[in-house]
């Protein structure tokens, strides 16, 4: 399991999380609830080891993962609502670019291969600046292929459907179906009611900001 323990988080002078407790399924999915403005985005990130904790910890395995976060990236991949491409590069150089920094060595098959999971390689040599907004996440979660290679336990995902056509939605839920019989972990935030039919965890921070004031 996944736990969050005592997480406290702070931005600036804003208070974000205290005390925050809860546990995720490892492996299973797991979806972070909340209205706007309620630290979904902040809790993944945090999770993902990109934001300090204040005070608390994460514990995967009963160990904490702040200390250990060379380990814990390259048990993860973060997808966030922004894509993280860069304009200047193709579709293909940007995956490339990616796995570099993962620190990933693949052939250039394997990432044909992985575009073709999304139905992007008749898009691989067109620049990110010249795609559409659905091109762009499809071109970002290409990535989650790579989790059968290396042997990658976590999805982090922040609004991963936003902009999908439903040809490509289709696809995407394929990839969680396939990756939690693979005892794969998801955890995200999503507004979209019908991108899984599978068993999940809720983290509803609302209501545990609520239960906290109580």
């Not at 994460?58 to 860069?86: A, C, M, P, Q």
């Amino acid at each position: 399991m996944l736990q969050l323990d005592s997480v406290s988080i702070n931005r600036g002078n804003s208070v974000i999380f205290s005390n925050l407790k809860a546990t995720l399924n490892t492996p299973g999915l797991n979806l972070i609830r909340g209205k706007n403005g309620s630290g979904k985005t902040t809790l993944l990130r945090t999770i993902a080891g990109f934001i300090p904790i204040e005070s608390g910890k994460v514990i995967y395995n009963r160990k904490d993962i702040t200390f250990r976060k060379n380990e814990w990236v390259k048990k993860i991949i973060y997808v966030d609502s922004h894509n993280g491409l860069s304009e200047d590069l193709t579709v293909f150089e940007n995956l490339e670019a990616w796995l570099n920094m993962k620190g990933w060595s693949t052939s250039k098959q394997k990432v044909t291969e992985a575009l073709k999971s999304l139905d992007m390689d008749k898009y691989s040599n067109i620049y990110i600046s010249k795609c559409s907004e659905g091109l762009k996440k499809r071109a970002a979660l290409v990535r989650l292929y790579f989790s059968y290679i290396f042997e990658v336990k976590f999805w982090l995902l922040d609004e991963p459907s936003n902009g999908l056509d439903q040809a490509s939605i289709l696809l995407f839920k394929k990839m969680i179906t396939n990756f939690l019989q693979q005892n794969g972990t998801i955890i995200l935030t999503t507004h979209d009611k019908n991108l899984f039919n599978e068993k999940h965890n809720v983290i509803n921070l609302d209501l545990l900001k609520e239960l906290r004031a109580k």
